[in-house]
Structure formats: C-alpha cells, structure tokens
C-alpha cells in the first residue's frame, strides 16, 4: 500500500519537473537591440534634399512676412507724419489706427501659421525617410532574432533611452546602415601625444 503511494508521488514529481522544464525552454529572455534614429537619420542621403526644400520654403514665408513688416511700418510712418501735422482729421485718424491694429494682428497670424507649416512641412517631408529607416530596423531585427529594439535618444516623446549597454553587439546602428546601403563613417581617434621630455641642464 505504501510503496503504491511512493510511487504515485515519484510519478507526480517527475511530471512536474517535466513541466517546469519545458515552461522554462519556452520563456527565452527577450533579446533587445538598440539604436539612435538621429544618427541613423543624419546619415541618409535624402536628408540634404528634406534641409534644401526646408530652406527653400522658410524663405518664401520670411520674404512673405518681411514684406508685412515692411507695409506695416510704412502705414505707420503716414500716420505718425499725418497726427503731428495737425491736418488729419479724427475720423481719418481712427480709420489708419484701426488699419495698422489689423496689420498687427495680421502679421502676428502669419508667424504663428508660418511657424505651424513649416514643422508640417518637415514632418511630411521625413516621414518617408523615417519610414524607410523603421522598415530596415523591422527587417534586420526580425534577421537577427532581436525581440525589442529601443532608441537611444530620448525626445519630448518619452523615447526610451540607453545610458548604459554592456554588449555593443546589441546596437544594430551598422546593420541597419547597411541594409540601406549607407556608408558608415570612420570612427574618429584622437592623435597621439608624445610626452614632452625635458633635458637636464648642464653643469
């Protein structure tokens, strides 16, 4: 009777440790990568043409705006040179005060607006190199079995960031350079300094 309870027991023992072996192959700890997309993002060669548009676009709306500003402090010459003189009337007076108050909120309205396009323009200007880099990231994570791959660069986001990385294996920067065909430059090093020896003076 006993020995028939031992040996249930033996069985139900090495049935869970069966159990707890298979569980533990199949929880692998999550491989994660890690990257910086700004200097992933430097490195392509669309990005010279996205600044070039940009610089073109901002100085279309900085021409716009200086013509406003322009226009407003003639109006407000004539007005100044008309209310000393004595010879305006009042009613002509309010007209050309009300017209430089609507200048000003004229040209306070285009900056505001100008300054919103102009980030709307970057952002649909990037976004399909963005795309293009998130693509390559997805395709060479997935080729080398990472499970995670988080960016270094922490933006107003809350963007993860790594301030610490024991394996450098684990930036996937070069591969993902690669798989875009994009050169990486050279790492820089420092020159070398020869300590300066002093000669003893003679006797």
């Known amino acids: 009777m006993i020995s028939n309870h031992l040996k249930k027991a033996s069985l139900l023992?090495?049935?869970?440790?069966?159990?707890?072996?298979?569980?533990?192959q199949t929880t692998t700890a999550p491989k994660i990568?890690?990257?910086?997309?700004?200097?992933?993002?430097?490195?392509?060669?669309?990005v010279k043409q996205v600044e070039s548009e940009l610089q073109a676009y901002e100085k279309q709306l900085s021409t716009q705006l200086e013509s406003k500003y322009q226009e407003y402090q003639k109006k407000m010459e004539e007005y100044q040179k008309g209310a000393s003189s004595g010879l305006?009337?009042?009613?002509?007076?309010?007209?050309?005060e009300k017209e430089l108050v609507n200048l000003q909120s004229s040209i306070k309205e285009f900056e505001e607006k100008a300054q919103q396009?102009?980030?709307?323009?970057?952002v649909s200007l990037l976004e399909p190199v963005?795309?293009?880099?998130?693509?390559?990231?997805?395709?060479?994570?997935?080729?080398?079995?990472?499970?995670?791959v988080l960016n270094t660069h922490a933006d107003m986001g809350g963007s993860a960031i790594i301030l610490y990385a024991r394996n450098k294996e684990e930036d996937i920067s070069s591969l993902?350079?690669?798989?875009?065909?994009?050169?990486?430059p050279a790492p820089t090093t420092a020159p070398v300094t020869t300590p300066k020896t002093t000669t003893p003076a003679k006797k």
Do not use: H, R, W
């Open 88 to 96: 305006m009337s009042e009613l002509v007076k309010q007209d050309k």
């Open 13 to 24: 023992v090495v049935a869970l440790l069966f159990t707890v072996g298979a569980f533990a």
């Open 176 to 184: 993902v350079l690669k798989d875009l065909g994009v050169t990486t």
């Open 130 to 148: 963005y795309d293009k880099i998130q693509k390559s990231i997805d395709k060479v994570a997935a080729a080398n079995g990472f499970t995670y």
């Open 117 to 122: 396009d102009l980030q709307k323009k970057q």
């Open 33 to 46: 990568g890690y990257t910086n997309l700004d200097y992933l993002l430097s490195l392509m060669p669309e």
